[in-house]
């Protein structure tokens, strides 16, 4: 039986209403007692979701020229401070600026109102020219009045997130939420199992140009996410443990739907916006359909304790203990807080999948692909003049793909698994730029 599928095949089969369609979490529940190969003869797309704090958010707004016209200086919506370095009547809002009288207030929840449909008072003050006589501007706007307002998201959908403890004697507020002192409560902000970038981590299908489900409406990914970076440690199953790969993603915020889109506060350090994002995951091959069989017993989490001003991690956790509801750590049993939305990750997967099994929402092949390999320095064959051949990473490396002889650490690069363990134990350094693992 063929073992490879295109997008322009399974896209044929979404319009002629073939198409097999399962959201991640369906797909975890049958990888007990399925294979790879099962899954792809009986599926053609997975779908998956999140529903989480996305502070790097925002939006590109035109009003659209008053009479007299205006070159827009400064900006508040509704109190709250947008960029006008664009244009004359072009502003981006982001979504953790907050006004200047109530810090509880911001960007986010003017993105969340203009999406509701609600009105946004506008107030501008104009740079005046000959051109642009007007000194300013003020009115109350929406979407049904001003000409173009789209998401522009530098940075969402972190392929896995650190948790967060607090080992001090105080209580801290942070992005991740109120941290409890004594290591009270762990804060973990993933959708595990249904995240994204956890089914398709080697980001085979996903890249700029690839069709998304933003905020309930159509979106693309348009590049990188700021502060990419596949390069962080994974584990045994080849997934990282914590930041990794991220998107920037972009969609009209007219086809959005409230329901998918939150203004939010954390109390005592900012404004957030929370965005649902469901990508789906074709499985043009076996390779994909093993990835997507993801289970949240397979992801694991660094903990870092906001205690310390480098946020050193603590431990290693696994997913599944983490929604248990309680993780110990050295000896300390500590409550775990969601700050992600599983209801309104398996909602928007949901969503998306309907959409896909009504031929309303087509696939979309990425322009350009994103590098997740390791930079090639990492994996060269011959040891540095600056080794000292001690052997150290040739006796922890879990997958005895390294080796000494004649002299030399030989890499194994069939073997390797990519843990970085190696580069994290040599005394010589070459765990911050060396060669040989």
Known sequence: MKR??????????????SAVVLTASEISALSANHSPEDI????????????????????????????????????????????????????????????VRDPAYGGAHIIESLIKGE????????????CYPSPSDSRPISLNTINEAYLYNPRNCYQNYAAAVNTSRKTLRTYMGTLLPGSR???????????????????????????????????????RGTQFNTHKKKNRFGLPVEGAATLALTGDMRSMSPRFVKGAYMPGYGVTLFVSVSIPIPLLDTGLASRVMVTNDRIEMAVRDFADPAHGQTALVRFSDLVSGVVEINGKKSRTVPLSSFTMARESAELLKTLIQKGSFLLSAPVESYD??????TAAEKTPLSCALCGACVALCPEEALSLENNEIRLDEKRCSGCFLCREICPCGLARGGSHG
């Open 4 to 17: 490879q599928r295109s997008i322009e095949e399974i896209n044929e089969k979404i319009l002629n209403g």
């Open 40 to 99: 792809f003869d009986a599926v053609d797309v997975v779908t998956t979701g999140t529903f989480s704090p996305m502070c790097s958010s925002g939006a590109f707004l035109n009003f659209g020229h008053t009479s007299p016209p205006i070159k827009m200086k400064e900006v508040r919506l509704n109190g709250v401070e947008a960029y006008t370095g664009l244009a004359a009547v072009d502003a981006y809002i982001g979504a953790a600026q907050s006004s």
């Open 119 to 130: 009105n946004v008072l506008l107030e501008a003050t104009g740079s005046v020219t000959d």
């Open 185 to 223: 409560n762990i804060n973990y902000c993933t959708s595990g199992e249904l995240s994204p970038l956890m089914n398709d981590p080697d980001l085979r299908t996903i890249g700029t140009g690839t069709r998304i489900l933003l905020c309930g409406g159509p979106g693309y990914i348009s590049a």
């Open 372 to 377: 997740v390999a390791p930079p090639a320095e």
